[in-house]
């Protein structure tokens, strides 16, 4: 799957009607605004291999997957999915893709979990025969099997959505578009969709997942981007982009003592936060590039000047460092409990 310069822009829509008759309180309302929700973007997603597209609310992730799913049209660049572009052709797209979107929608749920899958096999143009294969295995796959033949409406929301990752991948495509698809689903529920969207990716299938779920894109991602009001700011494997946004292992310390003392200790370049606080306790943010190893030594030199550690705990930095720093919402605040 290759997306080149892909945008999509939203005119502001034109208002009609109503408009002049109605009373006006005050200040007149804001002008709709033109907006650029995914602007110029780029990606390559090889088979078998997982993409994570993260970012903040509104960045654009769910309008990209409607572009490349043929739901939304570009309005320029453009995007090859299975080998198919998607706006000359975009009916072989839709045979070769899987697409799940957050939220309970997208089953029929006076149906059971059965019937569905069999309406959506049908629909995928599936013989009889493949439909009834692939029924079961899907079903087992997805831990459905003793539900199939009840309505979807008796199923809990992990169900519904296991239900709906099977109606995805039911046709087996090459291409999996996944909008969050582990938004509703509890740890348990999730971990297993994770596990089970890992195992499709390495049986050959490319996948485009969206999430907010740092970890879950950590775990699962070959690579992720960050998008930011329609722009990819970083690309990369989850390590690099800790890398290159310049995290280094964190160390929260407890105090007791003077803190200029300890301050001076540290040093301002090592100090990453540090503050007083209540019953001449205070914590500080160290930054800690050699790991434990650097720690000690600085704990050894505190406790050297009289001050007193009361407890000290070392962070590795993960993906969720690197997308705050990246997006510029760091939230400068110790980790310590107290
Ligand atoms: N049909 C539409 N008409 C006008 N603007 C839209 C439409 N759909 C989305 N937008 C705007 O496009 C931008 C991107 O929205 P999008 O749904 O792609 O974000 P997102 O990254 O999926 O966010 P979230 O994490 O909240 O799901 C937002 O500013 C949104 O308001
Ligand atoms: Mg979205």
Redesign the pocket.
């Known amino acids: 799957m290759s997306v080149c310069s892909l945008t999509r822009v ?1 005119e502001p829509p034109v208002r009609r009607g109503l408009r002049g008759l109605l009373p006006r309180f005050g200040t007149e309302p804001a002008k709709p605004k033109r ?1 650029v ?2 602007n110029d973007l780029n990606l390559d997603i090889a088979a078998g291999h997982c993409f994570g597209l993260l ?10 997957v409607k572009m490349l799913a043929t739901l939304l049209e570009p309005t320029s660049g453009n995007a090859s999915v299975a080998g198919f572009d998607v706006t000359r052709s975009p009916r072989q797209v839709r045979r070769n893709i899987g697409v799940l979107f957050a939220g309970e929608r997208g089953m029929y749920w006076r149906l059971s979990g059965r019937e569905n899958l069999e309406l959506f096999g049908t629909l995928a143009y599936m013989t009889r025969q493949r439909i009834s294969d692939r029924i079961e295995t899907v079903a087992e796959r997805f831990g459905l099997q003793d539900r199939m033949d009840d309505l979807v409406e008796t199923y809990s929301t992990g169900m519904k959505q296991r239900l709906n990752l099977a109606r995805t991948t039911l046709h087996e495509p090459p291409v999996l578009l996944l ?2 698809p582990t938004a509703a689903l509890d740890p348990v529920a999730a971990r297993e969709a994770r596990h089970l969207i890992r195992q499709i990716a390495e049986s050959g299938t490319a996948i485009l997942l ?1 999430t ?1 779920n740092l970890y879950e894109a950590e775990q699962i991602c070959d690579r992720v981007g960050i ?1 930011q009001s ?1 722009t990819l700011v970083a690309e990369g494997q989850p390590a690099d982009l800790i890398r290159q946004a310049g995290e280094v292992p964190r160390l929260d310390l407890l105090l007791r003592g003077d803190l200029s003392t300890a301050k001076a200790t540290i040093g301002s370049d090592g100090l990453w936060w540090g503050d007083v606080s209540r019953d001449g306790e205070f914590a500080v943010a160290v930054r800690a590039p050699d790991g434990w190893r650097g720690s000690e030594a600085l704990t050894s030199a505190l406790v050297s000047q009289g001050i007193v550690v009361e407890q000290a705990s070392l962070r590795e930095p993960d993906l969720e460092d690197a997308y705050i720093a990246i997006t510029g919402s760091r939230i400068e605040r110790p980790f310590i409990e107290r």
Do not use: W
């Open positions: 939203f907006i929700a995914v970012g903040p609310n509104g960045a654009g992730k769910t309008t990209t909008d969050e969206t907010h998008i329609g």
